[in-house]
């Protein structure tokens, strides 16, 4: 038998012997492009190609496994996994392209060829679908490709499809085309009996399930819904991975191949519950039995696992919005499921993390190189979304108490929706606490809730791409490296609308504007000719080229144009970013290899360098990082660009590389003597235009990522300045003093000795008081009155009162009235005996005393201070406070 491995390297030769080239899978996280977060089919890398923007070269028949997630978007299989034995967040898909080259016929007889004389898969098991039209569109039945098939297969194993299923759509708009699928039958004979294959296809039986999808590209999904023909044609094939491996291991379930076995055995060593080889058997997949909930839980694990790990190896880490809330969701999917089903009440999944590098690491190295920082994020999600939970059982607790004491039976959706929202709890583990205890919830409310939600979201982002226009034909040469100015003409525009604002986007034919891409933002500048001059407001990458954004079109949009960048600027971003190459370089120096790039942006004032450390990068270590970057900017090492190298040439040049990042067979590479990087980035011709380098700010992003922001050239001039000023004015504060700090700690010395001064005096002083206020006193009923209106601060009142309690010991009722700045204080002392045997309450009786200088207080029986408003009304407010004492 096969073993996985062994199944994905000989996919990949059968093509290569059939002149395809082998090329590596682009990362599952995409960085660059606005209507796509995650890889979700193989033919994402190759969009540009397909669509006619770039040119293949001479490799037009290529062959690669690829990374994709389908957990958004058009391709969403999220609620599916786990709950079935054929689904997958993160999956492998086998794919073999033709840019060009064969077509409809030679993707059909490649396929069979594979499947059965190199798989020896039964041709009896094997069904196939063809496009069955789709008159709204214009479009015929693909007879073509039908009969092709009949080559091959008996024609009841031949089955029209429609365009849900045999008409493939990338999303909303792009390339597309009809579908063939191939769909294996694995049930026993006895089964295969009684209801024949072809009934089954499509139909959801987890034993009759497809495994190929060739796809004909040859259209263009426009933003008005249209359909333009693509400039060639193209086969974009895509094999489930897992699928085919679990067809050819002869199981029922893709979790019991050597994909996944090992995962989920340790699953079962870590949490002591035995996997059962279930497949569920309720309604909608729903499980029925505990062994199924299990089972099912350790599914999503064990899938959800391979998801995050990926992701985070690609440079996603969990977050709060996009790509990485997908990541974070899928991470709480699992988390949940391990803490409801598997009695894993601490975090867990990063504890399987070795297990997956163990079986995945060889194929795919970015994983045991972050091993260590793909654990440590993992982790501290889990801890945190464990902290919510409880806090959210805790809340969850609370009303289910109001229910008991109102006597309903039903959780209504808003509590459930304010689960969900702020603690994170989906709603069917609301519904399952809930169900313990005998209550049920309104969903029907709760998605409501979400609705308006989901709605409140829409209205907020609804950005609307018209199409373009096109001016002329043509496609887009970038000059930026060379130039900053360049005369070019308009090929196509389009208007984006988002609320009641509105920009326009333009490509042009040459430009040397650079879009924003790899964390350094784009440039602006002007297009100018002498009619006109229209302002670029800002540069963004889509699809590999500039798109200039500008508030109005020019009048005359067949012109020609100076394409001219705000040099200033540019410089100012080019010098930011050679020097984030130099931080990299030092940081790997001064901290060791284990330093990874994890983000970056430049812009023309600051940069801002993301990278995996472990702990926080001490104040020596970051002095060590600022010499060494700066002696290489004193050193004025020239730009050494090398431009379309092979990748092979680059990695021999030491280029350092970023996982998660895609590159093409050619590329750029960036050097400064010792610092030498991949990179399409602006940068300055030699380090010295950096002028001086120094850090300002080295904080933590998330687990294991530290952050470093510096300032370079004119930045840093400017803020040597603020400093410079600073301490002018501090030392024009100490009569122009040359040693500063020696002025300052003198004047310190000083202002402690006159503080003391002061304690010393105002003791006094309260002492003086205290002695006269005795001598004062009135006695009333055998009772010492002290009461006076004193110039006080409010702690020598208090200190005042605590020295008259100290001194008369018993049968004392004290009140100063204190009258501090423009605030009047009330403070009350009454001895212990007055509190035990007369009754008195001081914080009972300054409360309504308080109300005569318009203010309140409180405190304890025997002393109480309040404060007001109205200092005119203290000496009655003090007299208040003798009458409630009712002597
Ligand atoms: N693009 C098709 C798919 O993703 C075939 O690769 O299914």
């Not at 996985?4 to 012997?17: D, L, M, P, Q």
């Not at 399987?352 to 970015?366: K, S």
């Not at 309040?866 to 009712?886: C, T």
Request: proline residues 3%.
């Amino acid at each position: 038998m096969m073993t996985a491995n062994e199944v994905r390297e000989s996919y990949k030769k059968f093509f290569e012997g059939k002149g395809h080239k082998i090329v590596a899978s682009a990362p599952m996280v995409i960085k660059d492009d606005p209507t796509l977060m995650f890889t979700n089919a193989g033919m994402n890398q190759w969009k540009d190609i397909i669509l006619g923007t770039k040119d293949p070269g001479k490799d037009i028949r290529r062959v690669d496994s690829q990374k994709c997630l389908r957990v958004s978007g058009k391709h969403n299989d999220l609620e599916e996994v786990g709950h079935d034995t054929y689904h997958h967040t993160m999956f492998e898909m086998l794919g073999n392209w033709s840019f060009g080259d064969y077509f409809k016929e030679g993707a059909i007889d490649y396929a069979w060829e594979y499947l059965v004389d190199v798989l020896h898969l039964n041709p009896d098991d094997l069904y196939v679908t063809v496009f069955e039209g789709a008159k709204e569109e214009g479009l015929a039945r693909d007879d073509e490709a039908a009969g092709y098939w009949a080559k091959h297969v008996a024609a009841d194993h031949i089955i029209d499809g429609n365009k849900h299923d045999n008409f493939w759509e990338m999303g909303d708009t792009g390339p597309c085309g009809p579908c063939t699928e191939i769909h294996v039958d694995s049930r026993t004979p006895e089964e295969k009996a009684k209801v024949p294959g072809r009934d089954l296809v499509n139909k959801d039986n987890p034993q009759v399930i497809e495994i190929w999808n060739l796809v004909f590209m040859q259209y263009n999904r426009k933003a008005d819904g249209s359909l333009a023909p693509l400039p060639m044609h193209v086969i974009d094939t895509g094999m489930g991975f897992e699928r085919l491996v679990r067809m050819l291991q002869d199981k029922h379930s893709n979790y019991d191949t050597d994909i996944f076995q090992p995962v989920i055995k340790q699953i079962e060593a870590l949490s002591g519950k035995r996997y059962g080889f279930t497949t569920p058997t309720g309604p909608n997949g729903e499980c029925m039995s505990e062994q199924e909930k299990t089972d099912v839980a350790m599914r999503v694990v064990a899938d959800h696992l391979r998801a995050v790990a990926f992701s985070i190896a690609d440079g996603q880490l969990p977050s709060n919005a996009k790509a990485g809330y997908v990541i974070r969701r899928i991470l709480r999917r699992a988390v949940r499921y391990a803490y409801t089903f598997l009695g894993q009440k601490e975090a867990f999944l990063y504890r399987l993390l070795p297990v997956l590098v163990h079986e995945m690491g060889q194929a795919y190295p970015e994983l045991p190189a972050q091993q260590e920082l793909i654990g440590r994020v993992m982790k501290e999600e889990e801890d945190s979304f464990l902290r919510t939970l409880e806090k959210g059982i805790n809340l969850l607790n609370g009303d289910m108490d109001e229910l008991k004491a109102h006597g309903r039976s039903e959780l209504d959706g808003v509590s459930a929706f304010r689960l969900f929202d702020t603690y994170g709890f989906p709603l069917d583990l609301t519904e399952l606490i809930c169900r313990e205890y005998g209550y049920t919830v309104d969903e029907k409310g709760f998605n409501e809730e979400m609705a308006k939600q989901k709605a409140r979201a829409r209205n907020a982002a609804a950005v609307e791409n018209g199409d373009w226009e096109i001016i002329r034909d043509g496609e887009q040469e970038f000059v930026g490296y060379d130039h900053t100015e360049y005369s070019c003409h308009i090929l196509r525009y389009r208007k984006v609308t988002q609320k009641k604002s509105f920009h326009f986007e333009l490509v042009l034919d040459r430009t040397p504007f650079y879009g924003e891409m790899g964390g350094q933002v784009g440039d602006q500048g002007a297009l100018v000719n002498d009619d006109e001059t229209v302002a670029i407001l800002d540069t963004k990458r889509e699809n590999n080229q500039s798109i200039h954004i500008v508030g109005e079109l020019p009048k005359d949009l067949k012109a020609e144009f100076m394409a001219c960048v705000d040099v200033e600027k540019r410089n100012a971003s080019a010098a930011n970013h050679t020097a984030t190459h130099l931080l990299d370089y030092a940081l790997k120096q001064v901290l060791g290899d284990h330093v990874e790039q994890k983000g970056s942006y430049v812009d023309p004032t600051t940069l801002r360098f993301d990278f995996s450390h472990f702990q926080k990068v001490t104040d020596e270590e970051l002095r060590r990082v600022e010499r060494l970057v700066n002696r290489l900017v004193r050193e004025d090492l020239p730009l050494d660009e090398h431009r379309d190298i092979p990748l092979a040439e680059a990695r021999q040049l030491g280029a350092v590389a970023l996982f998660g990042e895609k590159y093409g067979d050619k590329v750029r590479v960036v050097r400064f003597g010792p610092s030498c990087e991949f990179c399409g980035g602006i940068h300055a011709k030699s380090t010295g235009r950096i002028g001086f380098f120094k850090i300002i700010g080295e904080s933590s992003v998330a687990a294991g990522i530290r952050r470093i922001e510096a300032l370079t050239g004119q930045a840093c001039e400017d803020a040597l300045y603020a400093l410079q000023d600073t301490m002018t004015d501090l030392r024009a504060l100490f009569n122009n003093a040359k040693d500063l700090k020696a002025a300052l700690v003198k004047y310190i010395g000083e202002h402690d000795e006159m503080s003391k001064e002061i304690e010393r005096f105002r003791a006094q002083t309260v002492e003086r008081t205290k002695q006269e206020l005795l001598n004062r006193a009135r006695l009333v009923n055998g009772v010492h009155v002290v009461k006076a209106v004193l110039p006080l601060e409010p702690a020598d009142a208090k200190d005042l009162v605590f020295k008259l309690r100290e001194s008369m010991g018993e049968r004392l009722v004290a009140v100063i009235g204190s009258t501090a700045g423009d605030k009047p204080l009330l403070t009350v002392m009454f001895s212990d005996d007055m509190v035990k045997d007369h009754g008195l309450d001081a914080g009972k009786i300054i409360r309504e005393a308080a109300r005569l200088i318009k203010g309140g207080g409180g405190g304890q029986p025997h002393y109480a201070q309040a404060g007001g408003k109205d200092v005119d009304a203290i000496g009655a407010a003090v007299d208040k406070v003798v009458e409630l004492a009712h002597l």
